[in-house]
């Protein structure tokens, strides 16, 4: 849960590329690229905090 919520944050290159693809016309890989990074994000705390500390 907690790495999903965190997923939902965009960062400040995620606001950079969404204002950018809008600017360019293409709204739609701005979209596919804030999911993409939410999706990465989230996953990535999500097995950190699955997996052992001894694992990480």
Request: net charge positive; glycine share 10%.
């Amino acid at each position: 849960m907690v790495g999903f919520m965190a997923g939902l944050i965009p960062c400040p290159m995620t606001l950079f590329a969404m204002t950018f693809a809008i600017t360019r016309g293409v709204p739609q890989a701005g979209v596919a690229f804030a999911v993409t990074m939410m999706l990465g994000v989230a996953c990535t705390l999500s097995v950190g905090h699955v997996l052992p500390p001894a694992a990480c």
